[in-house]
């Protein structure tokens, strides 16, 4: 049985100690926590979401749909885990935060081949090993890390959404929809905060007014839209306070559009909505979405109060920004996930560069694969570039310097199609998904016909 150490027990390390364990390693899963903290990680558990708790949407005609059905194909736990964990959020996958990282704790602690060591690495292993120890890597392995990759790190910054109380939600003025009735449940996956057109602008005064925690340089790139030098923020995720900056109008026609949401009690559309969605299986909790905010703890609970529903809000955990290390991908990995120069170091999750939990999960699933399969001496595989995975790693590992940003799974990465008659962004994008679909089918195919 040969040996794998796997660095970072998150979303992208459980799953690869996994799959390199299924196909016969004996995997050496290293987590610092809870020795050692990220600064937005709160427990001992693996795969621990330290944001949203959706893990995007789950139809088939959607990028992170498709990754999704990518995922179930190829036997991922991590996706396993989600899907039986889940909580109500109309066409997207979420979970229960804490019975989904207990679930995965649990199949990767009880694998026969998994032994989890709670340690902080701090030089780059010199066997066969996975780094995959996040966004949040720690000073001194990012330190070793730089020095292998000889270049300097990429950092940009994430912001995290506030999490409310649902007992401390006013249901006499919020109510439960989803967007255009798209939800599971009868009355609506969320919960809905209306605002008339003076309560959003008041709103968003006291948004522009209230006090950051310190400003400091990155954040002054943010608001000039200038990416300066190492500061890069994703777009995905800017707080809401740095939304507001960019025109008053910004935030109705971003996280607080209203389309598709009527007020049972009016039975108009809202000039804008606070949408919050349940954060585990109790719901006894629930997240602002599209709520990241740097704003002062006692500003956040000040100004968010002001949101009709949220007046007498119990805060359970504040919106906050942090550090984002990523390597620089393009010159340093192949698609297969190995290093260029080290064909048994491979590198997954979101240091590769990959954006979003399921992209991370993926990425991990593949490095596990290939881990073990060069373990077995045979080739690391390449995954066709119109899977969603496939072109994720293709773009990765070859993006132009210049154009290289975190990347989450789209449509806009994967090869044009063959019939350019089909209109319509929907009908391009099934068929973008059953291409995909069919190519990995006949991918998966002959590897096992292979091997
Ligand atoms: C604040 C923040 C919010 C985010 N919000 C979202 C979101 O809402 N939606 C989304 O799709 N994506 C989000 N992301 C991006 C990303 O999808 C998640 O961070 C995801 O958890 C990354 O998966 P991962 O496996 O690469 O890293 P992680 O899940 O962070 O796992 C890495 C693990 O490695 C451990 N580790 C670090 N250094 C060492 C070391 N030296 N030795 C041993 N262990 C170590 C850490 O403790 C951690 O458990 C967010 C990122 C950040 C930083």
New binding site residues.
């Given amino acids: 049985m040969q040996d794998l150490i796997v ?8 799953e690869a100690a996994w799959q390199a364990a299924e196909r016969g390693m004996r995997v050496f899963l ?4 809870p020795e ?3 600064g ?2 709160t427990g001992e558990h ?7 708790n ?3 949407s789950n139809l088939p005609d959607r990028a992170s749909g498709v990754l999704k059905e990518e995922l179930r194909k190829m036997g991922s736990i991590v996706l396993r885990c989600a899907e039986e964990t889940a909580v109500p959020a109309g066409g997207a996958l979420a979970v229960d935060r804490q019975a989904f990282a207990h679930q995965v704790t649990e199949k990767i602690t009880c694998h026969p081949n998994i032994h989890v060591i709670r ?4 030089i780059i292993p010199d066997k066969s090993a996975i780094i ?7 000073l ?2 990012s330190t070793a890390i730089a020095e292998l990759t000889g270049s300097q790190h990429l950092y940009f910054y ?4 506030p999490i409310v109380d649902y007992e401390s939600i006013n249901m006499a003025i919020a109510y439960r929809a989803s967007r255009y009735d798209r939800g599971e449940k009868d009355d609506g996956d969320y919960i809905n905060c209306p605002m008339t057109r003076q309560e959003y602008e008041t709103f968003v005064d006291a948004l522009l007014e209230a006090e950051r925690i310190e400003l400091r340089e990155f954040e002054r790139d943010l608001e000039s839209g200038v990416n300066a030098g190492a500061h890069h923020f994703f777009e995905g ?1 800017l707080p809401v306070e740095i939304i507001a900056r960019r025109g008053r109008e910004a935030l109705a026609f971003g996280p607080m559009r209203p389309v598709g949401l009527i007020d049972p009690r009016t039975g108009r559309r809202p000039y804008a909505v606070v949408q919050l969605r349940q954060d585990n299986l109790a719901g006894s909790l629930y997240n602002l979405v599209g709520f990241q905010t740097n704003l002062k703890f006692a500003e956040q609970r000040r100004v968010l109060r002001m949101i009709p529903g949220l007046e007498k809000a119990e805060f359970l955990r504040y919106g ?5 290390t990523f390597i620089f991908s393009p010159s340093n990995l192949r698609p297969t996930l190995q290093f260029r120069i080290r064909d048994d170091l491979f590198f ?4 590769t560069g990959v ?7 993926a990425t ?1 699933l593949l490095a596990g694969w290939n881990a073990a399969r060069l373990a077995q001496r045979k080739p690391a595989l390449e995954l066709p570039g119109t899977t969603m995975l496939g072109a994720l790693c293709q773009y990765i590992s070859s993006a132009s310097e210049a154009d290289f940003q975190p990347m ?1 799974a789209n449509f806009g990465i994967l090869p044009a199609l063959d019939n350019p008659n089909l209109h319509g962004k929907r009908q391009r994008a099934a068929a973008h998904a059953s291409r995909a679909a069919a190519d990995l089918d006949s991918f998966l195919k002959k590897v096992v016909e292979d091997s």
Avoid: F, W
Wanted: hydrophobic share 40%; charged share 15%.
């Fill in positions: 660095v970072g027990g998150g979303l992208a390390g459980s290293y987590e610092m926590r050692v903290s990220t937005a990680h693996l795969a621990e979401l330290v944001c949203s959706s893990l995007g340690q902080e690495i701090t995959a120890s996040g966004p949040l890597t720690s001194a392995l994430d912001a995290i959404a995720c906050q920004m942090h550090r984002n997954a999750g979101q240091i954006e979003g939990y399921v992209g991370n999960i991990g989450k």
